[in-house]
């Protein structure tokens, strides 16, 4: 069982650029470990657009080789905290990982984006889509989506997180203006007070598939 909650706030860069920030925390019955994910797809409200075109990308060979620090500084897209249960954690009062986001285009020529969570050794690549119509229907338009590759570790093994914290935007200088990832749009007929919407898809390895959604507002710049 999964709950969601979003939070979007100004990235302090320009007018309106901001940071989406998604906080998933699993339950499994018997409480015990939740199961680890084959597939998740982050989905985004209408009212905001992306603009990976605007930042610099990092390879997966240079995150395998060198280690996230070798990527260039503003291909940093975003990050989080991992929280794994305390019978998957080496050690049992260290339960947290650190997540890093990065800019990417893959090498099948898709823009997205790299997960990369050093600590545990896991480096997930996501492609941005529209989304399809059933979607667009209920109030989105891009979707991150986050394919686990296939690994030799079978399913019961796999490390899941009982809580995921993740977030999206970032800004950068170019040639002397301030350019945000993440923007907030206006639609027809909204309202710049109007609640968003999020969601996450997900498929685990045990079988089960589930959307959880979320309603956020944007917070108010300070």
């Not at 941005?128 to 399913?155: K, N, Q």
């Not at 007929?189 to 959604?213: C, D, K, N, S």
């Amino acid at each position: 069982m999964d709950e969601l909650t979003v939070e979007v706030t100004p990235d302090g860069g320009t007018r309106n650029g901001v940071r989406v920030a998604f906080d998933r925390v699993s339950t499994s019955e018997p409480a015990g470990p939740p199961p680890a994910a084959r597939r998740f797809v982050f989905l985004f409200d209408e009212a905001l657009r992306f603009r990976p075109e605007a930042f610099p990308t990092c390879d997966r060979a240079t995150v395998e080789e060198r280690g996230v620090a070798a990527c260039p500084p503003d291909s940093v897209i975003g990050g989080g905290t991992g929280h794994l249960h305390p019978d998957d954690a080496q050690d049992p009062e260290a339960t947290t990982v650190d997540v890093y986001v990065l800019n990417a285009r893959h090498d099948n020529g898709l823009r997205g984006a790299l997960v990369a969570i050093p600590e545990i050794g896991s480096l997930l690549e996501l492609t941005w889509e529209p989304v399809t119509r059933a979607y667009r229907e209920r109030g989105y338009r891009w979707a991150l989506d986050e394919i686990l590759p296939p690994s030799d570790t079978p399913p019961e093994e796999r490390l899941g997180t009982v809580r995921f914290e993740i977030d999206f935007g970032a800004t950068r200088q170019v040639r002397g203006r301030a350019v945000s990832f993440a923007e907030t749009t206006g639609r027809a007929g909204g309202h710049p007070a109007a609640a968003l919407r999020f969601g996450q898809w997900a498929e685990f390895v045990t079988g089960q598939i589930g959307l959880t959604e979320t309603l956020a507002r944007l917070r108010p710049r300070s």
